[in-house]
């Protein structure tokens, strides 16, 4: 029972770097999103996806895309990362009908 | 713009006493929902409260919600050790779809 699997769960980067976070879940849900967790804020949602082939901007979007690859994955992309963006990075998935999200471990990024 | 604001933002207790976490939000709403989250982990549902309800169990949970003050609060009884961790609010605004509005949690800590 994997529910929702992100890759990678560790990774640092350089200043300008690039890198792609992936999200997996197996739920058979329609909707999916990524927020990211900084210290005392709580989550704050970056994107979102309500069906396979639509994404929608969050709260906090800019420095983001997301691409809604099929039904089961949603991946994050940082194109040029900033030390702005060094944070615990959640996916979820669900959330339609007034059910709950369901989340995965995260991916701790920290940008150097 | 973070929703929900939740107090305390740090609670301290022995094992077999009770704690109560308050949660407040700003706009008019679906439901109500309470996540739980163990270091280093994602979060897991623990309960949803819809807007026309006032008071809902959980087994060792008991979730109140009053829209007329937008508050909610979640009372875990006979806590335990286990119980350590930290617990977030979220909003399922009307406007919102199915997207969530998280609070910042309250860390609570149980002493065995």
């Known amino acids: 029972n994997a529910g929702v699997t992100q890759t990678p769960k560790f990774q640092v980067l350089k200043t300008g770097q690039s890198m792609t976070l992936q999200c997996a879940q197996d739920?058979?849900?329609?909707?999916m999103y990524w927020y990211r967790q900084d210290p005392g804020m709580g989550l704050r949602l970056i994107y979102y996806?309500?069906?396979?082939?639509?994404?929608d901007k969050g709260e906090v979007p800019n420095g983001y895309n997301v691409s809604r690859l099929n039904k089961r994955e949603f991946s994050l992309r940082l194109e040029s990362a900033a030390p702005s963006q060094t944070s615990v990075y959640f996916c979820?998935?669900?959330?339609?009908?007034?059910?709950?999200?369901?989340f995965g471990d995260g991916t701790r990024l920290s940008i150097l | 713009s973070q929703q929900g604001e939740e107090d305390p933002q740090a609670l301290s207790i022995q094992e077999g006493e009770n704690a109560t976490m308050n949660c407040s939000y700003k706009t008019s709403i679906n439901n109500l929902q309470w996540y739980r989250q163990n270091s280093g982990r994602g979060l897991v549902h623990l309960i949803l409260i819809r807007s026309n309800e006032r008071e809902k169990h959980s087994g060792r949970l008991r979730v109140t919600l009053d829209t007329s003050k937008k508050s909610s609060s979640l009372l875990i009884t006979a806590s335990r050790a286990a119980d350590t961790a930290s617990y977030f609010c979220a909003t399922d605004a009307e406007t919102s779809g199915s997207r969530l509005t998280f609070g910042e949690g309250t860390q609570l800590t149980v002493n065995p």
């Open positions: 979820a998935s669900g959330g339609q009908l007034r059910q709950p999200q369901h």
């Open positions: 739920m058979n849900h329609n909707s």
């Open positions: 996806s309500a069906s396979e082939g639509t994404t």
